[in-house]
């Protein structure tokens, strides 16, 4: 059994032992999807692994060597396939890297026939999308442990782990619990996989924004579900100050989504108030922190934000993204390092 050392640069978060592993043979779609504990578990086995790999020694540690990962990009990238690429060689595995100019997706074949020959070659189906439709029809055909959402225009719940871990690294294991994360600008799928995650361990989340741009009401009922259950509480305004009055951490994100870039100047115009500069980082709580998924631009947060190394934590969200996607593909093949 591979025994872990923990090293003193490495921040120190307790695993926990579980009798089975949560998420083993279920399709990680979004968070909503996820129950607390399943969350939980994946944010330990990614803090597990972080230490494992950080030790020199760990270079012999491949638990799953011999697997095979479908990578299905409709969508161009730089954090999500080079955490998934990177982090899947280092647990043993092969990805494959297939983009809408690869397979015959959509194009000579439909999504249903390319999701059942993908199944018959590989362990895992990575996908990161358009629709969430798309999501939804690979998760119904190529069944259950097989299927990871890698973005689409609903949910992005890798981010959200990564996130998640970079603010436990900061406060320690558990310690979103009581704080207050601001979220200003688009009511997308960033947040929508945020909140739920942030809710579930214990924190309250404040969003901010504009008219037009609110979450999904699907995302907000389970919020409200989840506020109901633990006694978190969850905030919407249009009023960026409002959002961040108190807050110990402010979240951020493109304002402008790929294939918009037609409409950029309309879409910069309508967010005319919500950049995260340092008067709006005023009304948070000493010490807090900003969090942005990346790429980013500067109308979202201004450069003495997103560069100050005391506030901004951009570039550990970034890394943490490869140790999160690791811990999600050791859970769905039931296995784990802790």
Known sequence: MFTTRLLKTVPTLAPRAFSSIPLS????????SLSPLE?????????????????????DYNPLKGKSMAMIFEKRSTRTRVSTETGFVKLGGHPLFLSSQDIQLNVNESLHDTSKVLTRFNDI?????????????????????????????????????ADLLTLEEQWGRGGCSDKTLAWVGDGNNVIHDLMVGFLYLGGNVNVATPSGYECHPKVLSRCDEVTKENGTKLMTTMNAR?????????????????????IYDQKIAEF??????????????????????LPRHQEEVADEVFYDEGVSLVWDEAENRMWTVMAVCMAMQGKTSM
């Not at 969350?39 to 270079?59: F, G, M, P, Q, V």
């Not at 358009?130 to 992005?156: F, P, Q, W």
């Not at 409002?242 to 037609?262: H, K, L, P, R, Y």
Request: glycine share 6%; hydrophobic share 35%; with cysteine.
């Open 242 to 262: 409002e959002a961040c009055t108190g807050a110990d951490v402010v979240a951020t994100d493109t304002w402008v989504s790929m294939g918009e870039e037609d």
């Open 272 to 293: 005319a108030g919500y950049q995260v500069n340092k008067d709006l980082m005023s009304v948070t709580n000493p010490g807090s922190k900003f969090m942005h998924c």
């Open 25 to 32: 043979g279920k399709n990680f779609l979004s968070i909503s």
């Open 39 to 59: 969350l939980r578990h994946l944010l330990d086995e990614a803090a597990s692994l972080k230490n494992i790999y950080k030790n020199e020694e760990a270079t």
């Open 125 to 161: 189906i990575l996908a990161r999308v358009n629709s969430n439709d798309t999501i939804e029809t690979l998760s119904k055909e190529c069944g259950e442990g097989r299927v990871i959402n890698a973005l689409c225009d609903m949910y992005h719940p890798l981010q959200t782990l």
